[in-house]
């Protein structure tokens, strides 16, 4: 699976450009997450990671739009794969840990759908990182009724024509071998088989761990499992590229190493993600093209002939 990424483009932007996307060689299209936000519009960049409610439109697209844009990828024979927020919510401008007061009230008015208001420190202890918070208000995703919202999110969203998912934030949602059975509950409810789905567990050097991911999902992350064919491997994000902080790594380099970079990964994996720098069309460049018609897995030398 070959996934481009355009990062805050609206919906109905990518319309227009689907044709150059099937002609690169992309398989699928990975949206901006489409929930509501706590300050809508184009803003600082990780605004697209604070939603208020587990529903469909924002300065992004309506759920008309996104209707809209399936069909027309369809068209094309590409998938259009959602990034979804299901691990918290938007922080309140006093406190971080506090859910903002636009989140939704039938969410904001349950202490018990939250977790405790502490923030995760050591990023090695699991206990910590599936029971605390990162920064923002922490869902408690292990409450059956918090899972039931977001069950009815995915299948709205499966019924708008998605094919497939990326969870954000995948790594702080606990396992069946840790006492949870969110990841299975969650994708054997969906409505849909076959869809691709892939979570983010970034950063984990626990091979074990990031297996364990794998029974349920394709891993999206630094760090390689036992299984290739499981990961959906990049080069850079819009994490690497757009953070100030030390996430920001990739920020300085040029964009034609990002493509020599892209070429290698294409040659040894068979799950992709290509993220699209914001004014930048160097995913149309024809290097691009000739790594994915340079691609010898049978499904791609169907594809090219």
């Known amino acids: ?11 109905l932007d990518i319309i227009p450009v689907l044709a150059k996307v099937k002609e690169q060689g992309f398989d699928a299209i990975q949206i901006n997450p489409i929930q509501p936000l706590k300050e809508d519009g184009v803003k600082e960049w ?17 759920k008309e739009d996104l209707i809209q844009l399936c069909l027309e990828a369809n068209q094309h024979d590409l998938q259009i794969f959602a990034d979804v927020v299901i691990n918290h919510m938007g922080a309140s401008e006093e406190d971080d840990l506090t859910p903002h007061d636009k989140v939704s009230e039938k969410l ?8 405790e208001r502490e923030r995760v420190y050591d990023w090695n202890n699991r206990a910590e990182v599936i029971h605390r918070c990162i920064n923002l208000p922490g869902l408690n995703v292990y409450h059956p009724e918090v899972e039931d919202m977001i069950v009815d999110f995915l299948n709205e ?20 071998s840790e006492g949870y059975r969110f990841w299975p509950n969650i994708i054997y409810r969906l409505k849909k088989y076959g869809l691709f789905l892939y979570g ?12 364990e991911y794998a029974e ?14 499981k990961m ?15 996430l920001g790594y990739m920020r300085g380099i040029p964009s034609e190493h990002i493509v020599h970079g892209y070429q ?27 790594a994915h018609i340079q691609d010898y897995r049978p499904e791609a030398i169907k594809k090219y002939g």
């Open 264 to 290: 290698s990964i294409v040659s040894k994996y068979p799950n992709t993600l290509f993220y699209v720098r914001p004014w930048d069309n160097t995913w149309q460049s024809d290097k691009v093209k000739i």
């Open 157 to 176: 969203l499966i019924d708008c024509g998605v094919g497939g998912f990326r969870f954000d934030a995948a790594k702080s949602i606990g396992l069946p």
């Open 46 to 62: 990780w605004m697209s990671y604070q939603p208020i409610d587990f529903a469909i439109g924002n300065y992004f697209g309506t």
């Open 200 to 211: 983010e567990v970034i950063f984990e050097e626990h091979r074990e761990i990031i297996d």
């Open 216 to 229: 349920y999902m394709n891993v999206l992350g630094n760090y390689d499992g036992r299984n290739p064919s």
């Open 108 to 115: 904001k008015s349950r202490k018990d759908y939250w977790r």
């Open 232 to 246: 959906v491997k990049f080069v850079e994000s819009h994490d690497s590229f757009l953070s100030n902080d030390r």
């Open 1 to 11: 699976m070959r996934i481009i990424h355009f990062f805050n483009w609206r919906l």
